[in-house]
């Protein structure tokens, strides 16, 4: 049975230190304390099976809404729910439940591939958490790269395994944080098949964060943040278009990507 998540009413703000008088804005107390807000009474509902993207500038606060959706950081005002088999919880509740993949990878250094994979499941004491390790590693395509560590693999195949450590304990939810932003356009493309394959065959919600048309366009569901304000985007608006730093249209052959 399919699980939710949903944020009512949520606003999100941070006080920041100002050390300019100029640059301040009306609210700095006297002691140059700012207080900013990245969004008020701001309300979404994200399901299991069903696939996101939030789009927007920088310092929109994308990032802190998908803190917030994952239940990592608590929301200024407003309430977060985890919605179960017709049972409410608080989204404290959903930690074991995710998944949780960055754009700078946070691979273990000392740890091969493999064993980056297996944590996790080793944490929670799975005794099979090598077999599923390796499982996982031959659905991202690493099988040779088993007992590699970070420094040796390269920033796609990084990716590949932060993308199976997130997924191999079979979660309900991925959250991914630019999880292309640091490769090229071809590496990008290959992550972003792997990672909405391997979803959607496990049927795990994915809500990601990007700046890329190419990556948004991917999603069942589109949303933008710019101002504050959280706006659902058509589908068909979004182009598509690769980023500028590609000069040659890249054709992925689907047929080496792993079915998960």
């Excluded at 008020?40 to 500038?57: D, H, K, R, V, W």
């Excluded at 091969?112 to 996982?136: E, S, V, Y």
Aim: aromatic share 6%.
């Amino acid at each position: 049975m399919s699980c939710s998540i949903e944020l009512k009413n949520v606003s999100q703000s941070f006080q920041s230190n100002c050390s300019d008088s100029n640059s301040c804005e009306s609210n700095t107390s006297k002691n140059n304390v700012s207080t900013i807000t990245l969004f008020e009474n701001l309300n979404l509902s994200i399901s299991q099976g069903q696939s996101y993207a939030i789009t927007g500038p920088s310092g929109a606060g994308k990032s802190s809404l998908l803190m917030l959706l994952s239940g990592l950081e608590k929301p200024s005002s407003g309430q977060g729910c985890f919605n179960n088999d017709n049972h409410t919880s608080a989204l404290d509740n959903l930690r074991s439940e995710i998944g949780f993949i960055f754009q700078q990878f946070h691979l273990l250094p000392e740890l091969t591939a493999l064993h980056n994979i297996a944590l996790p499941l080793k944490l929670r004491g799975d005794k099979q958490a090598i077999k599923k390790a390796k499982h996982w590693l031959a659905k991202v395509g690493l099988s040779k790269r088993a007992n590699h560590k970070p420094s040796q693999l390269s920033g796609g195949e990084q990716q590949r395994v932060a993308i199976a450590r997130a997924l191999v304990f079979s979660p309900k939810f991925i959250f991914a944080d630019e999880p292309t932003g640091n490769l090229d356009q071809h590496n990008a493309n290959e992550i972003a098949d792997i990672l909405f394959a391997c979803c959607q065959e496990n049927n795990a919600g994915l809500v990601i964060v990007t700046h890329s048309n190419v990556l948004a366009s991917k999603a069942q569901n589109i949303y933008s943040l710019a101002n504050g304000e959280l706006t659902k985007t058509n589908a068909s608006l979004i182009t598509p278009i690769f980023e500028e730093q590609q000069v040659e249209k890249v054709v992925i052959n689907t047929a080496q990507v792993a079915p998960c």
